[in-house]
C-alpha cells in the first residue's frame, strides 16, 4: 500500500521557520522524481519545489526561491521541505507527491499557517 505521510506544519510569526518531512513507503522511493505543492484558500494548487531521484537537481517556483530548500534522504524514504523568511502569504496546505512510471502518488498535506 502506497503512502504519503506529511509533517512539520503548524502556525509561525512572518519571518520564521518550519521543516516540512514527507515519509514515503509502499513503492521505490529512490526511483522517483519528488514534489511539493500547495495549496491555499481559494487559490490554484502551486508546484513549489521539485528533486530529482539522486537528489542531484531541485527546481523551485520564483515565490520561494532562496527560501525554500527541497532534500531528500533515500535512505529514509523521506523528502523535506526547509521553509525560512516565511511570510503570510505562504500559508497554505502543503502535500508532497510523487510521480513515474505511470503512478501519480499524493500525501493528504499538512496546514502551514504564517501569521502574527
Known amino acids: 500500500q502506497v503512502q504519503l505521510v506529511e509533517s512539520g506544519g503548524g502556525l509561525v510569526q512572518p519571518g520564521g521557520s518550519l521543516r516540512l518531512s514527507c515519509a514515503a513507503s509502499?513503492?521505490?522511493?529512490?526511483?522517483?522524481?519528488m514534489r511539493w505543492y500547495r495549496q491555499a484558500p481559494g487559490k490554484e494548487r502551486e508546484l513549489v519545489a521539485t528533486i530529482s531521484n539522486d537528489g542531484g537537481y531541485t527546481n523551485y517556483a520564483d515565490s520561494v526561491k532562496a527560501r525554500f530548500t527541497i532534500s531528500r534522504d533515500n535512505s529514509k524514504n523521506t523528502v523535506y521541505l526547509q521553509m525560512n523568511s516565511l511570510k503570510l502569504e505562504d500559508t497554505a496546505v502543503y502535500h508532497c507527491?510523487?510521480?513515474?512510471?505511470?503512478?501519480?502518488?499524493w500525501g493528504q498535506g499538512t496546514q502551514v499557517t504564517v501569521s502574527s
Open positions: 507527491h510523487a510521480r513515474g512510471f505511470g503512478d501519480d502518488y
Open positions: 509502499g513503492f521505490i522511493f529512490s526511483r522517483y522524481f
